[in-house]
């Protein structure tokens, strides 16, 4: 008859390693729902679960066994038993410890002292396990039940030495760990020790695996979980970079949709922001139903991505239109009218390398046009749209780049320089210096970057550069050739800054030059915005004897009276002028009287853009002092310069 004692027996509570074991799963379940980074602590933390779930299930097998060891029971099975789960359990530790330090690896250097580490807690531990399963010491047969408690015993006992190290390692190496993870250590480590002390006084109830399970948990929500956006309900900008990823590593084609509400963009402190916020969600939600295809996320409060995965241009177009329909639909329901900018990337595979950029793109093209009048735009994309922005694109961060390093001798400034021919000493007395930008070895001619440079604060440095490019030549030249000047062009914000003029003066200074031999033009519609500033530069340069050019006169409102009140000396009439007064009596007469009238106000004229004989032969005839354009030469690197000024 059996005794009670048998019926109770040697029963262990496993409650613990099952609801671990289901926590292991679950995660593996959401992560590949959520597609984190696959980052190569995401490795490892794939890898820790993996183990834990083996480990977990082995454990559950041995209590099984354990507790019935009437019907289960073969010795050698069960020491295999024990011995798997011992190097697993060793595996698992040795991942979590490797996941800790990776979180500071870029700054780690030592990686040598940590395997040493490695090898001796291995050492250590397997030496023990060896030791317990050759003196058979692992567990005991009972006739109730086997008594595992020495097992257990044993690599609680191994767990608490490993999270000690783990603790003591990271306190050594503080100043390269994240503080979270520090904070997560100190919480983590001490609560690992305390259960796994308490596994070892317990011998009844089995709970270990909650001790590595928890933490890779912790790990998990901290820093691979990719939060939902909780009023949307859309995914971060962090879980679309890693979608993006796996697209372009898998190949495959997507189209990208750029959502924008710019008036909602800084809504986080307007009065109806839970009302917005709650038709913000309204919009996700119908989005997303278009299509499964269709994956959404947020980047801010008014700005979302969408990624359309499909091979179809005409799924793209298609649902791009369904969004917009959507987006309509908000703009007609929302109080204020909220309207919305849709652009779509292009279709072909080319562009899935860049695909980032479009985003760029994108923000570029809202910053630059329409929005500003407060229109909605669809916009989808096609390749040359592309290849258009992607050169706006360049030019800005080139430009940028330039501002940033700001070198004198910067190589993607190029300073062309075209002669210019004096009617009264019949050769070339000076000459007005171009820029070019030169990109990947192609030269980019200045109306296309100078708007651009002028939008992104650029064009100071420019005028920079270009006055040490400039002056540099000049003080080469002049020492073989005789010449008067050359002119630089400037920008209104060069003007507006009211030290401007000692900036020019101090970088002449540093050139062996007569500064007479640099001068400046500047164009009518500057004098439009901070006259004052401008005119008080134009003072104090005409003080020191740089000579100012008026550039461009006739183009804007030619106020002559304005004109002669401001402190130049030489007005450059514009080629439209030119050529509207070749055809045109009229203008012939405007432009006859005005050049009397200047000569006899003392200002020297100048013509630019003449292109053949018949030009030059009527700019002559009407008496302009000094005449450019390609009939004469045309732009050219500034050391050319030196062909067309006589020898001194
Ligand atoms: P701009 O100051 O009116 O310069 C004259 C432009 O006319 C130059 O164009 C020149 O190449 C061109 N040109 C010269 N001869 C002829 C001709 O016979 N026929 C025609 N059709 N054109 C002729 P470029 O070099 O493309 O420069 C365009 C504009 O870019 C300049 O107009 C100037 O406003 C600006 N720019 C050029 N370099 C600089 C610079 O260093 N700083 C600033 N702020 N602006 C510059
Ligand atoms: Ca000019
Ligand atoms: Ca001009």
Redesign the pocket.
């Known amino acids: 008859m059996p005794r009670i004692g048998m019926h109770i027996g040697l029963r262990y509570d496993i409650i613990g390693e099952y609801a671990s074991l289901l926590l292991a799963l679950l995660l593996l379940i959401f992560m590949s729902l959520t597609k984190p980074k696959k980052s190569k602590s995401f490795k490892f933390l794939v890898m820790g679960l993996l183990a834990s779930i083996v480990a977990t299930t082995l454990q559950i097998i041995i209590v099984e066994v354990a507790s019935n060891v009437t019907s289960y029971y073969n010795r050698e099975s069960f020491t295999v038993l024990l011995a798997m789960f011992l190097c697993i359990y060793a595996v698992i530790q040795v991942l979590i410890f490797n996941y800790i330090n990776l979180l500071s690896e870029r700054r780690l250097k030592k990686r040598s002292v940590i395997i040493m580490l490695y090898i001796v807690v291995a050492l250590f531990y397997f030496s023990g396990s060896v030791f317990q399963i050759v003196m058979k010491s692992l567990y005991y047969v009972r006739t109730d039940g086997i008594d595992i408690t020495q097992f257990t015993r044993f690599y609680s006992l191994m767990g608490i030495f490993c999270a000690i190290v783990c603790f003591i390692v990271v306190m050594i190496r503080r100043r390269s760990i994240a503080r979270i993870v520090i904070r997560g250590v100190f919480i983590v480590v001490p609560l690992v020790v305390l259960v796994l002390f308490l596994q070892i006084l317990d011998k009844r109830s089995i709970f270990s695996a909650s001790t590595y399970v928890i933490p890779l948990v912790a790990f998990y929500l901290l820093f691979h979980s990719n939060p939902y956006d909780e009023e949307t309900g859309c995914q971060s900008i962090g879980s679309l970079e890693s979608r993006f990823l796996t697209n372009i590593r898998t190949n495959r084609i997507f189209y990208l949709a750029y959502i924008d509400f710019p008036q909602l963009t800084d809504s986080g402190l307007s009065p109806n922001y839970e009302v917005l916020a709650i038709e913000m969600a309204r919009v996700c939600r119908e989005i997303e139903r278009i299509s499964r295809k269709i994956h959404l996320y947020r980047i801010n409060f008014g700005t979302f991505m969408a990624l359309i995965e499909t091979k179809e241009r005409s799924d793209a177009q298609n649902y791009s239109e369904q969004i917009r329909d959507i987006l309509d639909g908000f703009h007609e329901r929302s109080e204020d009218h909220i309207h919305y900018f849709l652009g779509v990337s292009g279709d072909s595979r080319r562009f899935i390398a860049v695909g980032n950029k479009w985003t760029q793109l994108f923000m570029m093209y809202i910053r630059d046009t329409k929005l500003i009048d407060g229109e909605n735009v669809y916009y989808f994309a096609n390749g040359s749209d592309f290849r258009a922005f992607d050169e706006i694109y360049k030019i800005e961060q080139t430009l940028i780049d330039i501002r940033i390093k700001m070198d004198a001798d910067d190589e993607r400034i190029v300073c062309y320089a075209?002669p210019i021919y004096s009617v009264n000493q019949d050769e070339f007395r000076s000459a007005?210096?171009?820029?070019r930008l030169s990109i990947d070895g192609k030269l980019i001619?200045?109306?296309m970057f100078?708007p651009i440079a002028e939008k992104n604060n650029c064009?100071h440095a420019?005028?920079v550069i270009?006055m040490h490019k400039v002056c540099k030549a000049v003080e080469k030249l002049a020492m073989e050739y005789d010449f008067d000047a050359v002119t630089?062009?400037?920008?209104t914000t060069d003007f507006t800054d009211k030290t401007f003029y000692k900036e020019i003066l101090d970088i002449i200074h540093e050139y062996r030059i007569d500064k007479k031999m640099i001068r400046l033009?500047l164009t009518e519609s500057m004098m439009a915005e901070n006259y004052e500033s401008v005119k008080h530069n134009m003072n104090m340069l005409n003080r020191e004897g740089i000579h100012l050019y008026m550039?461009?006169f006739g183009t804007g409102y030619s106020n002559l009276e304005r004109v002669v009140d401001v402190p130049v000396q030489t007005i450059k009439f514009d080629?439209s002028l030119l050529y509207k007064s070749i055809k045109d009596d009229r203008v012939d007469d405007i432009i006859s009287y005005m050049i009397e009238f200047f000569k006899k106000n003392g200002f020297v004229t100048l013509i630019?853009?003449?292109?053949d004989e018949s030009q030059k032969k009527y700019s002559i005839e009407r008496g302009f002092d000094y005449i450019?354009?390609?009939?004469y030469a045309k732009?050219a690197p500034i050391e050319n310069l030196g062909k067309y000024f006589k020898h001194k």
């Open positions: 075209q007005e210096a171009l820029m001619p200045p109306d100078i064009i420019l005028t270009m630089i062009n400037c920008s033009e550039d461009d080629k630019e853009g003449v292109e450019q354009g390609y009939h732009p």
